[in-house]
């Protein structure tokens, strides 16, 4: 049986005596937020992990934050860039984290993405230049604690 993601923390403890949680594998997370009806919607995001956490930057319009919005419970596994999943699902709670931690968050994923962010930014060019009339992209950061 696989090991979770993370150890409970005790909030308590100082923070030298917290144990560091182990790095979460790979560049993908499969992230399932829960419909309504309790049906689970998987989606693979970019994420970067700092200070034990686990943020994730996506736009304010999406669906999974609507969801997340009205049920913060969520589960997260490692995955491929497709959503196939690299290891067990692990039960967490996802939080909308205020706009001013956008800018930060935007440069450790330019950190960590680097070279695929030099392959993918044209592209998303190009596609909000043929969608005219969605509007812009308001990007906002999820922070997930598995439980």
């Keep these: 049986m696989r090991q ?3 150890q409970h923390l005790d909030p308590l403890d100082p923070p030298d005596r917290r144990p560091t949680p182990p790095a979460v594998p790979g560049k993908y997370l499969s992230l399932t937020s829960f419909r ?13 992990e700092a ?6 930057e996506t736009d304010a319009a999406s669906y999974k934050v609507r969801r997340i919005r009205r049920n913060p419970r969520v589960t997260i596994a490692p995955c491929t860039a497709t959503g196939r999943l690299r290891g067990s699902p692990v039960p967490a709670w996802a939080e909308l984290l205020p706009d001013a931690e956008v800018a930060r968050v935007d440069r450790l994923m330019a950190r960590k993405y680097r070279g695929d962010l030099v392959f993918i930014k044209p592209f998303r060019s190009v596609q909000a230049a043929l969608h005219r009339r969605r509007p812009r ?3 906002v950061v999820l922070e997930i604690t598995p439980s």
């Design 36 to 48: 309504r009806d309790g049906t689970g919607v998987a989606t693979p995001v970019w994420f970067v």
């Design 137 to 139: 992209r308001t990007p």
């Design 4 to 6: 979770p993601l993370y």
């Design 51 to 56: 200070g034990g956490r686990l943020l994730v």
